[in-house]
Nanobody, 124 residues
Framework: QVQLVESGGGLVQAGGSLRLSCATS????????MVWFRQAPGKEREFVAG????????YYADSVKGRFTISRDSAKNTVYLQMNSLKPEDTAVYYC?????????????????WGQGTQVTVSS
């Protein structure tokens, strides 16, 4: 069983930055593909960014490419999402998720573990 706990959300002006953290329990952090999804009010949950088991490969949604960076710290069992040049349309609840095996980055059903989410609000 893996527990995920997100933090770092908040209110920021457009153009600003935030760094989200997702702390994981357990000793098998490196065995999991870690990703971030987000869900805006009235919209479906969408993939944002993903990191392979070692962190050597990353993948981003087109909407955040060049602005967001996913990284992972194995010593702290934590994955991060650095968000720069934030836009009002980035406003959403951000979730981290984990799965053991590859497949599709953005297939929600493939992810076994989810955090509770952290709210990000970007004002114009």
């Amino acid at each position: 069983q893996v527990q995920l706990v997100e933090s770092g959300g908040g209110l920021v002006q457009a153009g600003g930055s935030l760094r989200l953290s997702c702390a994981t329990s357990g000793r098998t952090f490196s065995s999991y593909i870690m990703v971030w999804f987000r869900q805006a009010p009235g919209k479906e949950r969408e993939f944002v960014a993903g990191s392979s088991w070692s962190g050597g490969s990353t993948y981003y949604a087109d909407s955040v490419k060049g602005r967001f960076t996913i990284s992972r710290d194995s010593a702290k069992n934590t994955v991060y999402l650095q968000m720069n040049s934030l836009k009002p349309e980035d406003t959403a609840v951000y979730y981290c998720a984990a799965k053991r095996y590859g497949g599709s980055w953005n297939e929600i059903r493939e992810y076994d573990y989810w955090g509770q989410g952290t709210q990000v609000t970007v004002s114009s």
